[in-house]
């Protein structure tokens, strides 16, 4: 196999390790971020539920409002009833009592479902604060956790950087060039091999002349279809590969 192929080969191994290791930290980081959101969501929710519970005090105090509004109405109405003459408007005096008499039924019944609310909204709120709480203790821990575990991963980056650094000088500016290019283009695949006349990147079938210089491996040879550069596997070496 020509020397430059090889070598590119080898770089790629070491650049997808690389990719690996950036993957990693992205993983990593990604975690506390989904941490940090998780915190978020739930303060989000307590201050929505603390909004509830505002908007259903404002409703119980208005009930009461209300509630003594008609209180006062059937006490008015009872003392005018000491001074009417009518039957008729007995009747009209003991309609509205009743009327009120309902209305603040009603408000009792509204303002018991409404503390029965808060002391529910009271509950979630609570135990969601507490969730934050400990979701927090564990994000510190986490955090520094990740920090040590990404330090990790950059010196083992750098140590496999070190080795790219080493062998990037051995190619051809033009060469590494192509390659480069190609890995932005292909997700990262510049250098695949041909199996059976097809390139194993693209799936596209080889042209039988091209695919006898592949198997040479005396120049660098490009997929027509996708660009990219091609090299030949051996079946003994697929097979051990296997």
């Not at 309609?95 to 018991?112: D, P, S």
């Not at 135990?127 to 400990?134: D, Q, T």
């Not at 080889?206 to 990219?228: A, H």
């Amino acid at each position: 196999m020509n020397d430059e192929i090889s070598k590119l080969i080898d770089l790629q191994g070491i650049d997808l390790e690389i990719d690996g290791f950036d993957q990693e930290i992205k993983n990593r980081e990604q975690e506390i971020l989904n941490r940090e959101q998780g915190i978020a969501d739930k303060e989000a929710e307590i201050l929505r539920l603390k909004a509830q519970n505002e908007e259903l005090a404002q409703s119980q105090r208005d009930l009461k409002a209300e509630m003594d509004d008609a209180q006062a109405r059937i006490k008015d109405r009872q003392n005018k009833m000491m001074q009417v003459q009518t039957s008729r408007e007995h009747q009209a005096l003991l309609k509205e009592i009743e009327e009120n008499k309902k209305v603040i039924k009603a408000g009792e019944e509204k303002t018991l479902q409404i503390m029965e609310q808060i002391e529910e909204i009271e509950k979630n709120s609570a135990e969601l604060a507490n969730l934050c709480a400990g979701e927090k203790e564990l994000l510190v821990e986490e955090t520094e956790n990740v920090k040590k575990e990404v330090s990790r991963i950059i010196a083992r980056k750098k140590s496999v950087l070190d080795q790219r650094e080493k062998l990037t000088p051995e190619l051809r500016t033009g060469t590494l060039k192509r390659y480069d290019m190609l890995r932005t283009k292909r997700s990262g695949a510049a250098v695949v091999p041909t199996k059976n006349g097809i390139c194993q990147g693209c799936f596209m079938t080889i042209p039988p002349q091209q695919d006898n210089e592949i198997r040479k491996g005396e120049k660098l040879n490009f997929c027509p279809t996708c660009q990219r550069i091609l090299y030949y596997v051996t079946e003994d070496t697929e097979t051990a590969d296997a």
